[in-house]
């Protein structure tokens, strides 16, 4: 049950287009289409950005999009805004279990 | 609205124990699996436990199996995680999750945290 692997920080400007990448392995990333990933900002919960590789929880700002090629999956922030500095986390579905990314700090200019 | 409220936290010497509670409001409690995720102190989440929505399977990190147990009680809308033999890398915040589809959490309570440490 190794974590997933993620950049451990990211930089980007407003209006910038950002992508954090997420490796795995074929029994986890690549052997399914579950995976999700999460916005923490200091002090708070973790909150749901992006499921099932691309799909978006209602509510979500369609500038986050997620895509997966082979064992690594992507989140993309476009038009990047100052509020969406935080910590990112990939997950994924596995047969038994649930792993996480180790987290990427985003840090916006 | 959906609420997650995590009780039972604290300070615990090494090989103690505590048992964590969630109560669930909000939302119909016994359609959902559920799950147990927990952070050390600055550092990254890490998935703990998780159960099915009748409570008949369960599922465990390998750095807590045979230690931890999760459980449920649907009549009272609970989620429980029983921890035993407690060591100070156990010491993290822990969130209750609820569980959407296959490994994604949608919901997640405030965190409690739990320190083991003599």
């Known amino acids: 049950q190794s974590a997933l692997t993620q950049p451990a920080s990211v930089f980007g400007s407003p209006g910038q287009s950002i992508t954090i990448s997420c490796t795995g392995t074929s029994s986890d990333v690549g052997g399914y289409n579950y995976v999700s990933w999460y916005q923490q900002h200091p002090g708070k919960a973790p909150k749901l950005m992006i499921y099932?590789?691309?799909d978006r929880p209602s509510g979500v700002s369609n500038r986050f999009s997620g895509s997966k090629s082979g064992n690594t999956a992507s989140l993309t922030i476009s038009g990047l805004q100052a509020e969406d500095e935080a910590d990112y986390y990939c997950s994924s579905y596995t047969s038994s279990s649930v792993l996480f990314g180790g987290g990427t700090k985003l840090t916006v200019l | 609205e959906v609420q997650l409220l995590e009780s039972g936290g604290g300070l615990v010497q090494p090989g103690g124990s505590l048992r964590l509670s969630c109560a669930a409001s909000g939302f119909t409690f016994s359609s959902h699996a559920m799950s147990w995720v927990r952070q050390e102190p600055e550092k990254g989440l890490e998935w703990v436990s998780g159960i099915s929505d009748s409570g008949g399977k369960t599922y465990y990190a390998d750095s807590v199996k045979g230690r931890f147990t999760i459980s449920r009680d649907n009549s009272k809308n609970t989620l429980y995680l029983q921890m035993n033999s407690l060591r100070v890398e156990d010491t993290a915040v822990y969130y209750c999750a609820r569980r959407v589809g296959y490994g994604n959490v949608d919901y997640w309570g405030q965190g409690i945290l739990v320190t083991v440490s003599s």
């Open positions: 099932d590789v691309n």
